[in-house]
């Protein structure tokens, strides 16, 4: 790989290099760059022509319609004028209604198993807060959301300022226009009046899986790092059934850890509840790389590193021939 132009720093920086190898490393991470960089704008410059086609298609059935005597709206027609009362508001108004439909319909709730947080490391207290602010937000801003609660989370300052000032849920703009999850330091089989027949516990520890629409009225997740099987003895410890995700069902699990984070267990059971379709809920949850057989991808990478190895030795023979004769020319005059 060579870079198709070197500026003027870029070659300073090249010729203070001390080996033939180091400035051929510097070359191939200048055409890397400038690759991307193309990819990029080639990607931008397709999606702006698509966009284009979609706003003159759109355009044109717009006029059609104006012509015909109807409401048609573009240039030359109709033209509409947006509510000037409408702000982000609206949205957090919109979002909140959804939410409170999801409870009066009775929709099963989510609840947030926090009971290990107390003791939790600070290297783990980042990951948790990222975590829970997925979980929360991903909830509040879908369009079909489910009731969420979290359980087990201790009322001390440290748990206030974790809210406050990590997740940067609570306290945030329109608070007072949001439905917040309820927060509790009681377990999870004491929330409500949910019986422990009525909860089912998630963890990618349980042998059996869960299958079929969504009959419980409470499924319960760990909102902290599952090291140690901790959702399975908390699930045990409350006396609560315990479900993993039928991943294995329907998929080969090829990369990657088997520990889903929360916010993806949250996200298969709102499309769950939705459809009832497990496969395809796994499908647009989880990223595609999970899935992907590694022969695939380990060819790709032979492929690829004997491309890059072929390239090099061509560029190094070619240096060291090129160097080897202005060498000799030289030489020779100076014999002369």
């Not at 990607?43 to 706003?55: D, F, S, Y």
């Amino acid at each position: 790989m060579v870079p198709s132009s070197i500026s003027d720093f870029e070659w300073k920086r090249c010729l203070s290099t001390d080996t033939l190898e180091a400035r051929i490393d510097f070359w191939e991470y200048l055409a890397k760059r400038q690759a991307s960089k193309a990819h990029r704008l080639h990607v931008l410059g397709k999606e702006r022509t698509i966009q284009n086609q979609i706003k003159q298609m759109h355009e044109h059935e717009q006029r059609r319609i104006y012509e015909a005597g109807g409401m048609g709206y573009g240039p030359d027609a109709y033209e509409p004028f947006l509510n000037p009362l409408r702000d982000s508001s609206m949205d957090v108004i919109l979002s909140s209604a959804r939410l409170a439909n999801s409870m009066i319909l009775k929709n099963p709730r989510i609840i947030i198993d926090m009971r290990p947080f107390a003791t939790a490391k600070e290297r783990d207290i980042i990951k948790i807060a990222i975590s829970f602010r997925n979980v929360i937000g991903g909830n509040f801003h879908s369009m079909n959301p489910l009731p969420l609660s979290i359980a087990g989370m201790p009322r001390t300052p440290q748990t206030k300022e974790f809210l406050e000032k990590r997740v940067n849920v609570f306290g945030s703009r329109y608070e007072h226009l949001k439905i917040f999850p309820d927060i509790s330091d009681l377990p999870p089989e004491q929330l409500g009046d949910f019986k422990q027949e009525d909860i089912a516990y998630i963890s990618p520890h349980a042998k059996e899986l869960i299958d079929g629409p969504l009959d419980r009225k409470a499924y319960v997740i760990l909102g902290c790092p599952d090291e140690n099987l901790d959702s399975l003895a908390l699930s045990r410890k409350s006396g609560i059934d315990c479900y993993c995700l039928p991943i294995k069902k329907y998929f080969i699990w090829r990369k990657g850890s088997v520990k889903p984070h929360p916010h993806y267990v949250a996200n298969v059971l709102r499309e769950v509840n939705v459809h009832g379709d497990w496969k395809l809920a796994i499908r647009n949850t989880f990223p595609e790389f999970h899935f992907k057989p590694p022969e695939e991808s380990t060819l790709s990478k032979i492929s690829y590193w004997r491309a890059r190895t072929r390239e090099r030795h061509q560029l190094t023979g070619l240096i060291e021939q090129t160097l080897e004769k202005k060498f000799n020319d030289k030489k020779r005059r100076g014999l002369r």
